[in-house]
């Protein structure tokens, strides 16, 4: 569901750059004169690279998700369609605070506090011409239609742009810094489409635009002072963890082993669909971990078009809303390293999954036919609610490792589990002899493949 919208909840990319960084603050400081050549830096270790490459990949899921923001505001308004509670207005602000915080408490970071604030209104500067000059140039109506500057969500760009923040001034202290900033940030991210107030890709896009502005930010401020921090020493002190322990946000496509629902001529009527969530696990040596997921699947359904065999003129289509559940699973992971930058992940969860209630509409397409129960041309036929089932989820993902702190990872689940879904026929359609209620009980088994950004800590 809105779990799309973390994609950069561990991001950490700056602790990448740091240990780029520490490689650069520790190299001989004694001019070469040309004696010898200087390193040529990989593709990843580029500025621009490093500067860009979440933001990207966060733009880009944005235009992805673009044409499925309605199917995804759907997943919110079944599970919690009245929230309404406004933490994210003051969220947005608590990475920066706590960076500030720390500052004021003697707490030494990566900057001292006169480069720090340079750095922070900097940032705040490119995110507001960013954020405004798009907002009002795309004119994207509001999910709730309030107001037409929907995209990109500013509320999003400002917690993403302060977690990258302190996760530049104190993410090499202590990664915990850069994690509780993110998951502010998402929190935030989450909070606008709990609230109503965002579609999915104004979140992404927000998110991408927050942490380019820090980026940038940092990038040219480094370059009028001519190094990487004030505090080098404690730069050059950073070492990271062998073990393979991360956090990860997944997006991908789900494809059922089985149909799921079928017409009365047995054709299949459920699409491909999504899925999104966030996975981590703990690891106590290079190869054996513990960890789990929360993740949501939709499988959307294809139209059924009806028509009424005594009168050609009467005709209609079926409409179910999407099928959907949240998932929170368990259990042991194993890691195959077969290089410095590759390796191989294998899991086996165990969990919770809760289904999303859902109805089954008619929709009549013909102007003539009068229907009494007719609201906006459409009629509820039923009515169905899965019951919270346990589910098993096996899977592996190969990750490329970009940095030593972040990896691109490919991912294939399959996941199974016994559904029980009871349906709830309406009167109207109902003959005297007809079962009002019905229960269905069949396995469902599907597969899940997609795209991980990978952090490690």
């Not at 070492?239 to 393979?244: H, M, R």
Request: charged share 20%; glycine share 10%.
């Amino acid at each position: 569901m809105y779990f799309v919208c973390l994609l950069t909840l561990y991001q950490t990319l700056g602790w990448g750059q740091l240990i780029n960084n520490k490689q650069h603050l520790t190299a001989p400081t004694t001019p070469n004169y040309g004696l010898s050549p200087k390193k040529e830096k990989t593709f990843f270790e580029k500025d621009a690279v490093q500067i860009s490459f979440v933001p990207a990949i966060l733009l880009t899921a944005s235009g992805l998700t673009w044409n499925k923001k309605e199917e995804i505001r759907e997943i919110r308004n079944r599970y919690v369609p009245t929230f309404q509670y406004k933490y994210d207005d003051l969220l947005q602000y608590a990475p920066a605070a706590a960076t500030f915080g720390l500052k004021a408490a003697g707490v030494k970071g990566r900057n001292d506090f006169k480069r720090s604030a340079i750095s922070y209104a900097t940032s705040m500067a490119i995110m507001a011409i960013l954020v405004n000059g798009v907002k009002y140039t795309a004119k994207v109506e509001r999910p709730d239609g309030s107001s037409k500057n929907s995209f990109p969500s500013g509320h999003t760009a400002m917690a993403f742009a302060n977690a990258s923040f302190l996760d530049k001034e104190y993410g090499l202290v202590n990664p915990m810094y850069s994690i509780g900033g993110y998951g502010a940030a998402t929190m935030t991210g989450l909070g606008r489409s709990l609230n109503n107030r965002h579609w999915v890709p104004d979140i992404l896009a927000g998110a991408g635009i927050g942490i380019l502005s820090t980026q940038l930010a940092y990038f040219f401020v480094d370059k009028i002072y001519g190094n990487k921090g004030d505090n080098l020493s404690l730069i050059s002190r950073f070492e990271g963890n062998e073990n393979p322990s991360f956090m990860a946000i997944k997006l991908g496509f789900t494809s059922g082993l089985e149909s799921i629902v079928e017409t009365e001529n047995e054709e299949p009527l459920a699409k491909l669909g999504w899925e999104a969530g966030l996975e981590g696990a703990y690891f106590f040596n290079k190869h054996w971990g513990v960890g789990g997921q929360i993740a949501v699947a939709s499988f959307p359904f294809s139209e059924d078009k009806v028509n009424d065999p005594d009168n050609t003129n009467i005709n209609g289509k079926v409409l179910s809303e999407s099928m959907g559940n949240l998932t929170f699973s368990l259990g042991p992971y194993y890691a195959i390293h077969f290089s410095d930058r590759w390796n191989l992940m294998i899991k086996a969860l165990g969990g919770y999954s809760i289904g999303a209630d859902g109805n089954i509409s008619l929709k009549v397409l013909s102007h003539e036919v009068h229907i009494p129960e007719l609201e906006d041309g459409k009629v509820q036929l039923a009515e169905y609610k899965p019951a919270n089932v346990f589910q098993f989820t096996g899977g592996l993902a190969l990750t490329y490792n970009i940095t030593d702190n972040l990896g691109l990872t490919a991912y294939s689940d399959f996941n199974h589990s016994q559904s029980k879904i009871t349906y709830k026929i309406n009167d109207i359609v109902l003959d005297k002899e007809d079962i009002k209620v019905n229960t269905v009980k069949h396995p469902l088994n599907y597969l899940s493949m997609g795209i991980r950004l990978t952090a490690y800590f």
